[in-house]
């Protein structure tokens, strides 16, 4: 051990005598001061100007301060690592053979592997340097967060320094092959290169898909660089390490003994066959262990997943993944078999696995297509072919194995996914029972955990189930149609956030031909245009008086239609309709502001402020029913008025005028929420003066009420409440002054210090 470290030491001092490792300590220390310290001083501006002159109480909230800085800081340092490791070890070994001195250390008391490991340490504990060079920046991290993430720093130095380890016995090896540094400092920037691609390389084929995944340091730090530290990426540094240091040593004996080709090729091919094994073993989800090192384990899925998780037990989950190559939407490609392992398995089920590893994974590709969807416009594209010959062309030209993917008629016999548009998606099946997680037209493509635990929810309690069912038959709105008016957006299954991914079951009802089906838990009466039937009316009132649950929207002009119903609930819609006039808006833009009442719908209305209510009127209550009344969304005070007569809104602004029986408060109720008890339930009723604020034009802004106001219909069974732990370090303690003193002082100052510093020990060694 003394011989090593005295190799080491040596290894020390011809570095620091050399201009290299000065040259690269200065850089590292200004990309990495440039990063930390610009973005500093920028956020510190921000915040000071935010609050002085918006909001004191303004944070950066949602995101994480320490990982916004820190981020970055990480991802610099690794990014321009594989740049400096190649001229730090290029001299290693191929400088002793150069200047002869390799045989003196060949008959020196030192041993092969000593001088190996000695030269090895003495390069790692130069990069220590560069790791306290981060570990400065983490210090003044310290003391410019408030609250920082101490997790964050561990783990994004772990993350560092192992690469550093791996690369560094890269360059070792590199060096021991060629006498020239320059070839041997470009051979190990190639080899980073291919380690850094290989895991692109071959992914269509099973048997290779593994290996050259495994073998990948493609993303291997961007875990640990935002907290998440996972065995799996420990051991395949370690064992990257242990490969190229065995290589070294490998190289090394070979030059001094004469053995046939055979025997020196077997010694590579046992340490590679000896590491691929170990990371096979290590990489295997039983044997994989994390450890999310986030204040907020942003990185671990949340409480109530990891309880669906366990309670599947040690019984099987089988997860078969069904891929059509005619989908029209881009997301089936991620599916296909050379993103299994970067996207499906890693980005999407890892934080799973990690709670259930013994998932039971199948893949299904086919070609399909449903005339009856907007899969029909393959048949304009390939006029006159067939969905074979359309499928036989698309395969084609990505370069795919037809016969890889089952026709229409095979994969029908299989799944019926008709109703799932043929798209993407993935059957989860739990003791004969199926539920379908299904892929998104985002830039994510894989549903997020609210709609995994939405899934896995049903999978697990399917009496729990939630059917809403929206009334036809009067020119309702129609959650079939696209345009501006329709509901097309609540049941689309392509977006994420729409009540059919959030786990309710959703469809149409005509009571003029159909009765009430007892698996409904809301019913919805949205806008109808017609006047409702004395049959209808009958349905539904029986319906409320059995204790069902009801959502009701109307609209300014069509009061008559819902009012006789209404006023079996003792409440009813004012005539006319509510105006708010601006100077930027048209008056019929209603702001309804959020009464105390909406944080009890659900988690998701929990804050919510406002709501935008375009084409609303008032609703009031009054009385003559046993339901009792509480106020969930009131207009502004003293800004809206309710206009008796036609509302112009393409000209100048309405003026109030009460002789033409327009209506002043100071404020008008746009929401009621109407409960009572029936037997051993609340019975649950919400009236909304307005229809427009949820149609497809403007659900997006609204859409937390909405489906807050459905969950609370549905008893709070779906959307399943997931625990959400924010951030703390949500503020910069440093003013826009001090992060200005310290850049001056990082970026120039001590750079300018360790400059001087190192020319002066050069020059006077030299003089030496």
């Not at 991290?141 to 101490?150: P, T």
């Not at 299994?340 to 999407?348: A, D, E, I």
């Amino acid at each position: 051990m003394r011989l090593i470290i005295r190799i080491a030491k040596n290894e020390m001092r011809y570095l620091f005598y050399s201009p290299i490792a000065w040259i690269v300590l200065l850089a590292f220390w200004v990309l990495i001061a440039l990063d930390y310290f610009n973005q500093l001083h920028d956020m510190a501006n921000v915040q000071e100007i935010m609050v002085k002159n918006s909001n004191p109480n303004w944070t950066w909230l949602p995101r994480s301060v320490t990982g916004m800085l820190f981020g970055r800081v990480y991802q610099t340092a690794v990014s321009y690592l594989y740049l400096f490791i190649p001229l730090l070890t290029m001299g290693l070994i191929s400088r002793e053979k150069n200047a002869g001195t390799i045989k003196l250390l060949y008959s020196s008391p030192a041993g092969l592997r000593q001088i190996v490991f000695g030269k090895y340490l003495g390069i790692m504990l130069y990069l220590l340097m560069l790791v306290t060079i981060v570990g400065i920046v983490m210090i003044m991290g310290v003391m410019d967060i408030r609250k920082e993430d101490y997790g964050l720093f561990i783990s994004g130095l772990i993350g560092f320094y192992l690469l550093c380890c791996a690369y560094s016995a890269i360059g070792m090896f590199m060096s021991a092959i060629s006498i020239h540094p320059v070839i041997s400092a470009i051979s190990t920037f190639m080899i980073i290169f291919v380690l850094d691609r290989v895991g692109m390389l071959w992914q269509q084929y099973d048997f290779i898909r593994d290996i050259t995944w495994f073998l990948s340091l493609q993303n291997r730090t961007q875990k640990m660089i935002f907290g998440l530290v996972v065995t799996r990426d420990i051991f395949y540094f370690l064992l990257i390490t242990f490969i190229f240091v065995s290589f070294t040593i490998i190289r090394l004996q070979s030059g001094r003994e004469s053995r046939s080709w055979y025997i020196k090729t077997g010694r590579y091919v046992l340490v590679v066959v000896v590491a691929l094994l170990t990371g096979y073993l290590t990489a295997r989800p039983v044997l994989t262990k994390y450890w999310d090192s986030t204040a907020n384990k942003g990185n671990t899925i949340p409480p109530e997943l990891q309880q669906m998780l366990r309670t599947i037990g040690d019984s099987s989950l089988e997860v078969t993944l069904y891929v059509n190559i005619l989908s029209r939407t881009s997301t089936f490609a991620l599916g296909m078999p050379e993103k299994r392992n970067p996207s499906y398995l890693t980005h999407f089920w890892d934080q799973y696995l990690r709670f259930k590893p013994d998932i039971k994974f199948k893949y299904e590709y086919f070609y399909d297509i449903d005339p009856q969807t907007s899969d029909s416009a393959w048949f304009d594209i390939y006029p006159g072919k067939t969905i074979s010959q359309i499928a036989l062309k698309v395969a084609e030209r990505h370069e795919w194995d037809i016969s890889q993917f089952k026709t229409p008629e095979e994969i029908r016999k299989i799944v019926d996914l008709k109703k799932e548009g043929n798209r993407m998606v993935m059957l989860l099946k739990y003791k004969g029972r199926t539920e379908v997680a299904r892929t998104m037209n985002d830039t994510e493509g894989w549903p997020d955990r609210d709609n995994m635990a939405s899934v896995l929810k049903r999978l697990l309690e399917p009496d729990k189930i939630s059917t809403i069912y929206f009334l036809t038959g009067n020119l309702e709105r129609d959650i079939r149609k696209r345009g501006d008016r329709g509901y097309y957006d609540h049941t689309d299954k392509s977006i994420r956030s729409s009540l059919a991914n959030m786990g309710f079951d959703i469809d149409t009802l005509n009571l003029n031909t159909q009765d009430v089906p007892g698996d409904m838990a809301t019913l919805v009466l949205a806008d109808p245009i017609m006047d409702v039937s004395t049959g209808v009316q009958t349905k539904i009132k029986r319906y409320i008086d059995t204790g069902g649950n009801m959502m009701i929207l109307g609209k300014p002009g069509k009061q008559y239609v819902l009012n006789p119903l209404l006023q079996h609930l003792g409440v009813q819609l004012l005539n006319g309709q509510i105006v708010q006039p601006s100077y930027d808006e048209t008056p019929e833009k209603v702001i309804a502001l959020a009464a105390p009442a909406v944080d009890s719908l659900s988690w998701r209305t929990e804050g919510l402020y406002a709501v935008g209510m375009p084409f609303t009127t008032g609703v009031d209550s009054i009385g003559g029913s046993s339901f009792s009344a509480n106020l969930l969304l009131y207009t502004v005070p003293k800004k809206t008025w309710l206009k008796a007569g036609e509302l112009i809104i393409d000209s100048t602004l309405p003026d109030f005028n009460a002789l033409a029986g327009d209506m002043q408060r100071e404020t008008f109720a746009t929401s009621l929420q109407l409960t009572r008890s029936i037997g051993k339930k609340e019975q649950r009723i919400i009236v909304f003066g307005g229809a427009d604020f949820i149609s497809n034009l403007r659900i997006a802004p609204n859409l937390d009420f909405i489906e807050g106001a459905h969950s609370w219909l549905t008893y709070n069974h779906f959307p399943v409440a997931l625990t959400r732990i924010l951030p703390v370090d949500i503020l910069l303690t440093v003013s826009e002054r001090g992060a200005y003193v310290q850049k001056i002082l990082f970026i120039w100052i001590l750079p300018g210090a360790l400059l001087l510093g190192g020319t002066i020990l050069l020059i006077r060694r030299k003089r030496k």
